[in-house]
T-cell receptor, first 112, second 114 residues
Framework: DAGVIQSPRHEVTEMGQEVTLRCKPI?????LFWYRQTMMRGLELLIY????????DSGMPEDRFSAKMPNASFSTLKIQPSEPRDSAVYFC??????????FGPGTRLTVL | AQSVTQLGSHVSVSEGALVLLRCNYS??????LFWYVQYPNQGLQLLLK??????LVKGINGFEAEFKKSETSFHLTKPSAHMSDAAEYFC???FGGGADGLTFGKGTHLIIQP
């Protein structure tokens, strides 16, 4: 089992650019979560999907953020336009049938 | 609204000593409770979880935690610390039978002194 796969692992971009983060959940897991980790705010839930349908996006900070899950094996988190305050580590997690969430290695985003 | 409070952003113990990391929660309904560990530049790994039933939960790497409803606590312990335990530890909770997203505490950095 490869675990949750995220790409890229590191992203450096300039303010105003579009950023797309990608996630492949563990096969067979029906729920997918996006979290953000910063020093100031800790770990925060951004959005989660059940069976590819967004259930709760109340944690998405602004309209600049959007997430999609076109199929059971792929999800994207997009930031357009990016700002320096978006710099953080973004984690994707998928949930097993016994309600355990498995985290990917994260994408470290730096917006200059 | 639910919340998780971890007492002590940094905890330092000697190798071989007892590890105690504190976690208190606030919730209007019974939550599911979790402890995760994060090593530098890595994702989070589940140590243990409490859902229902037995209140003393055993996890990986010799860790255990006890759910105390009267104290709204879920403290993490390990009898004897090892150098490899140095990491960031997060307490978390969720609802909906465990289906919802996790609410995390701020984390506790565990330092192991040789």
């Amino acid at each position: 089992d490869a675990g949750v796969i995220q790409s890229p692992r590191h992203e450096v971009t300039e303010m105003g650019q579009e950023v797309t983060l990608r996630c492949k959940p563990i096969s067979g897991h029906n729920s997918l979560f996006w979290y953000r980790q910063t020093m100031m705010r800790g770990l925060e839930l951004l959005i989660y999907f059940n069976n590819n349908v967004p259930i709760d996006d109340s944690g998405m900070p602004e309209d600049r953020f959007s997430a999609k899950m076109p199929n059971a094996s792929f999800s994207t988190l997009k930031i357009q336009p990016s700002e320096p305050r978006d710099s953080a580590v973004y984690f994707c997690a998928s949930r097993s049938s016994d309600n355990e969430q498995f985290f990917g290695p994260g994408t470290r985003l730096t917006v200059l | 609204a639910q919340s998780v409070t971890q007492l002590g952003s940094h905890v330092s113990v000697s190798e071989g000593a007892l590890v105690l990391l504190r976690c208190n929660y606030s919730s209007s309904v019974p939550p599911y409770l979790f402890w995760y560990v994060q090593y530098p530049n890595q994702g989070l790994q589940l140590l243990l979880k409490y859902t229902t039933g037995a209140t003393l939960v055993k996890g990986i790497n010799g860790f255990e935690a006890e759910f105390k409803k009267s104290e709204t606590s879920f403290h993490l312990t390990k009898p004897s610390a090892h150098m490899s335990d140095a990491a960031e530890y997060f307490c978390a909770l969720n609802f909906g039978g465990g289906a919802d997203g996790l609410t995390f505490g701020k984390g506790t950095h565990l330092i192991i002194q040789p």
